[in-house]
């Protein structure tokens, strides 16, 4: 069964930098696109960013962009997202999710993992 | 950006009944679009795509309809699993992927 789960999550600073992973099972992880969204304690979701399956192509949400870079290791069926200059405004619950080829090449997330935590705060 | 935005914010619903779930776009997205359930403490979990494609393992009672701007899905008859924070999002024209706010669905 299609298994995700987040790890790298935490209480760090502002200005300070944070690696998150994403460990994949269950499928063959180099065929699929992944994504990063976030929630706010008690808000909605927000995308965050998307990696294409092979790592070609990375985009960003204009929140994070030139902050966060998202990237994987299919060797270790691993994905990243490496939160640089982190600010109060990046706290939240930061889920990975797998993105099935049918929805437009990528743009729904058909699994999702159960999320870890990011505090931002002094 | 195109903005999703869902009503209403909260619907109170008696099991048994149907709950119809709206959401609008700020700008067409044509069929490109996905829903999703979130309960407390769960990740989100996609009910529907293509606006009214049901994912794998959705009950017959999630259905998806709309296309241009307009959607809605309608859960025919509420089960007591079914109380929870439903999130539509688009994908006609990403990045960004955008979500409407949520509208959540209680027990009335």
């Known amino acids: 069964q299609v298994q995700l789960v987040e790890s790298g999550g935490g209480v760090v600073q502002p200005g300070r930098s944070l690696r998150l992973s994403c460990a994949a099972s269950?499928?063959?992880?180099?065929?699929?696109?992944m994504h990063w969204v976030r929630q706010a304690p008690a808000k909605g979701l927000e995308w965050v960013a998307v990696?294409?399956?092979?790592?070609?192509?990375?985009y960003y949400a204009d929140s994070v962009k030139g902050r966060f870079t998202i990237s994987r290791d299919s060797s270790k069926n691993t994905l990243y997202l490496q939160m640089d200059s982190l600010r109060a405004e990046d706290t939240a619950l930061y889920y990975c999710?797998?993105?099935?080829?049918?929805?437009?090449?990528?743009?729904?997330?058909?699994?999702w993992g159960q999320g870890t935590l990011v505090t931002v705060s002094s | 950006e195109i903005v999703m935005t869902q009503s209403p914010a909260t619907l109170s619903v008696s099991p048994g009944e149907r709950a119809t779930l709206s959401c609008t776009a700020s700008?067409?997205?044509?069929?490109?679009l996905a829903w999703y359930q979130q309960k407390p403490g769960q990740a989100p979990r996609l009910l529907i795509y293509?606006?009214?494609t049901r994912a794998t393992g959705i009950p017959a009672r999630f259905s998806g309809s709309g296309s241009g701007t307009e959607f809605t899905l309608t859960i025919s008859s509420l089960q007591s699993e079914d109380f929870a924070v439903f999130y539509c999002?688009?994908?006609?024209?990403?990045?960004?992927?955008?979500f409407g706010g949520g509208t959540k669905v209680e027990i009335k």
């Open positions: 999710g797998r993105a099935p080829p049918h929805c437009s090449g990528g743009g729904c997330g058909d699994y």
């Open positions: 269950g499928f063959t992880f180099s065929s699929y696109a």
């Open positions: 990696i294409w399956h092979d790592g070609s192509r990375q």
């Open positions: 700008q067409s997205v044509s069929t490109k």
């Open positions: 293509d606006a009214s």
């Open positions: 999002q688009q994908y006609n024209n990403w990045p960004p992927l955008t």
